[in-house]
């Protein structure tokens, strides 16, 4: 692999390059953003109330993954399938967990304030990142990824997501001209992209990942899941001939990379890991997510304050440059309200890892902020969704 990619392929590389990001603003040379130290405060502070709401002993706090969206609304869907499990291996069931959060994840994009999910049996509705965790399970629950739908329902097998089409998407979501999601065409593309990669299913990167013995390295998680599915990402840079995936350039900086759902799906499998009984170990490699949520929070909050009104009134692509600097803020960011939050709770990161503190934590906050800043709760800056991204 050329050493360039690998180099970006790094979570410290992501971290790096933020951290360039942060620099450049800091320093006044960015011509969207300025940084603002007591908007940085309020947003620890929004974090911190959010936080103690939620969770009344921060030892409780969990993983921010998937698995908490298959939680929507106090039920535990996972659970609720156990029946139809209990007769699997404990490695067995630990690939049928990763198969449902590999695919579900891939359909974890901005789904547009106007649609939402009805969940049958409850008739609950969900809309934003919670319905299209419910809806992906339910497609799981009722087969819609197996090729034995009848006889062996649970679990996700690559010869059909290969033919998987956005009508496919569209029944199981419940898509309907007056229940529109954006990025349909994309999604069903990355299923199909993924059923084309030479796994037979997804949920065979627990052997790739268990081949270590006891221990996983969660930079060994995302390393495993760039490397086998750095192909089924739309063609933006690439270098050699190879495909980037969530990298971008900035005119001072050079490459950005990111790898936004590449981590969210790397945070997604450490339960399906450790309910295997393996251990996952220095989760803090990973980095903050890069998403409107957590970046809206630092908009929000006045931690970010827009140099130029027009980045609140206009709409980007994700290689716009204001846009690849508030995803690059937004890492930087969250490692230092990390620390603050920490400090105020008296943890330190073994108790406090970040990705218990996106849980807790910042991707609600920036949630509560924007639903009381504007009506739908949409984020502070309209980025273009391909289903792929955001």
Known sequence: MNDSIAYLRNPAAIR??????????????????????????????????????????????????????FEAGGRDRWAALAPGLAMLARDEVARRRMDLAIVSVLLDAGAGSGWSYREPGTGETYARSEGLGVASFHMFAAGAFSCDPKRDPLRVDAERLAALTPTDIALGFQVTAHNPLLGLEGRAGLLRKLGGIGLVRPGALFDILAEGGGEVKAAAILATVLDRMSSIWPSRLSLDGQPLGDVWAHP????????????????????????????????????GLPEYRNGGLLVDSGAL??????????????????????????????????????????????????????????????????????????????VESDGTLF
């Open 252 to 287: 001072a900086i050079g490459l950005v990379p990111f790898h936004k759902l590449s981590q969210w799906m790397s945070y997604s499998l450490v339960e399906p890991l450790e309910g295997a009984g393996l251990r996952v170990v220095e989760l803090d490699a990973l980095t």
């Open 305 to 382: 304050r827009p140099k130029q009104s027009a980045l609140l009134t206009g709409t980007f692509a994700p290689a716009d440059e204001p846009v690849v600097e508030w995803r690059a803020l937004t890492v930087a960011l969250l490692d230092r309200i990390a620390e603050h939050l920490r400090l105020h709770l008296g943890m330190d990161a073994a108790r406090l890892p970040l990705v218990k503190v996106l849980e807790a934590g910042t991707w609600f906050a920036g949630r509560k902020l924007a639903a009381e800043r504007r009506a739908g709760g949409g984020p502070p800056i309209t």
């Open 16 to 69: 790096e390059r933020a951290g360039q990001v942060l620099e450049y603003v800091e320093a006044g040379r960015s011509r969207w953003f300025a940084l603002d130290g007591d908007g940085l405060e309020a947003a620890v502070q929004a974090t911190l109330d959010v936080t103690r709401q939620r969770y009344a002993n921060p030892a409780a706090i969990p993983f921010h993954s998937r698995w908490r969206h």
